[in-house]
């Protein structure tokens, strides 16, 4: 896989010119969208990466100590958003503490917003995805750039580096950093890490959609650039709480149901029993993974309750959809739950109760889904 070399030209060009850049990720990140938006929060901070955006810089060192927050190297100042919470298992990520989160930092982040001159998004191809930074980010006047592996992004960047067969947003900012610096930006160890962690994430930990030689040659280099590989795979994998682990066990024993015929698993989750086990963002990450280790199940679909936000009236039922070979689950989820997302793993949502979410799943996926 190549990227188009029109569209470096750009990119280079519009980060060149740019002096408050908001770098964009999605809603409820995961490791791609974390390890994406950081490794680039790094390349762009960072004036010891031979990078050639920086190297520009050098004469000009206007500072604008206004800002909210960030870092500033030469003039550039580089922020990351995300719209809501990340899981306390990416804490440790570098640069995870410079991270403004849109919906408890509305302010700060509005202003970083109003002020940015390029906006550079990550891991998601609708600015839906992005809540309600979405719309301040479309209406915005400033060029933007999209780096993704999703199908069929919508047309709202300036330049879209859009390759669904990539592993991960991550690999794409990889190749990107690789084609623009000199000798070799991607020998950075922070930035590295987060390369490498959204690699890992997006594969399952290389488990599934990274068959392809080139994907190692990658590996191979970051694990040069220093990437303890084995310690990043302990702290995102191996950081369960007490509570966290028996939510797992309970929803596996008590709340997974198994539609044979269909080869398909069930898992659903209200906000009273997550309760129970006191739920934190990323406790039930990967849950829905886990049927898939069950023979002859190929399809799993887990739904979790997230409370009415104030002022609504319904529950939002929060649907992830996973399947292993040639089973699409994106059409169902877009069909239906109002998403969408890869062949083998989508997601959407509905407003209303659990019962409600499982009485569609039940009248719908025997129209959705294959029998062998
Ligand atoms: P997850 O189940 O991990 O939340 O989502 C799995 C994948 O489905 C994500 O990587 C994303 O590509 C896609 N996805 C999740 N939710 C949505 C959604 O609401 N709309 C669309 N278009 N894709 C989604
Ligand atoms: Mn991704």
């Known amino acids: 896989m190549q990227l188009d070399s029109s569209s470096v030209a750009r990119a280079a060009e519009l980060i060149r010119n740019a002096r408050h850049i908001v770098i964009l990720t999605h809603m409820a990140p995961d490791g791609d969208a974390m390890g994406s938006a950081l490794a680039l929060y790094h390349w762009l901070n960072d004036p010891t990466n ?18 909210v927050n960030g870092l500033m190297v030469n003039d550039q100042m580089v922020n990351v958003i995300v719209p809501n919470a990340f899981p306390a298992f990416f804490n440790w990520m570098p640069g995870a503490d410079k991270i403004m989160v849109y919906e408890t930092q509305t302010k700060a982040c509005d202003a970083l917003i109003e002020e940015a001159d390029l906006f550079v998004c990550t891991d998601f191809n609708d600015p839906k995805r992005i809540g309600p930074v979405g719309e301040k980010m479309v209406q915005h006047s400033c060029p933007k750039i999209l780096i993704d592996h999703h199908l069929d992004p919508m047309d709202f960047a300036d330049v879209t580096f859009s390759y669904p067969q990539a592993t991960s947003a991550s690999e794409i900012v990889y190749r ?13 160890t922070q930035l ?4 490498y962690t959204g690699l890992m994430t997006d594969t399952g930990n290389f488990s599934f959609n990274s068959t392809s030689a080139e994907l190692y040659d990658i590996i191979a280099d970051l694990l040069r650039a ?3 590989k084995d310690a990043v ?22 709340r997974m149901r198994i539609y044979p015929e269909y080869h398909l ?5 209200t906000a009273d029993e997550l309760d129970q086990y006191h739920y934190q963002v990323g406790d039930t ?16 679909v887990f739904m979790r309750e997230e409370r009415p936000k104030p002022g609504t009236p319904r529950s939002r039922i929060r649907v992830s959809f996973r399947s292993q070979g040639d089973r699409p689950v994106n059409i169902w989820a877009h069909e239906v739950f109002r998403g969408g997302g890869h062949m083998n793993a ?5 407003f209303g109760s659990v019962q409600q979410a499982v009485r569609l799943f039940e009248q719908t996926f025997p129209k959705y889904l294959k029998k062998d």
């Open 265 to 269: 698993a069930l898992i659903t989750l």
């Open 192 to 195: 590295a890490t987060c390369i």
């Open 285 to 300: 990450e990967g849950l829905v993974n886990m049927p898939l280790q069950i023979a002859d199940v190929y399809y799993s």
């Open 233 to 254: 795979y302990n702290a995102v994998f191996n950081q369960y709480s007490v509570d966290r682990m028996r939510l797992t066990g309970y929803a596996l024993y008590r």
């Open 50 to 67: 031979d990078q050639m955006v920086n190297d520009q810089m050098v004469n000009d060192q206007m500072v604008n100590d206004q800002m």
């Open 176 to 188: 990107l950093i690789a084609a623009l610096s000199t000798p070799h930006a991607t020998r950075n």
């Open 346 to 350: 989508s997601g959407g949502e509905l």
């Open 226 to 228: 220093g990437v303890q």
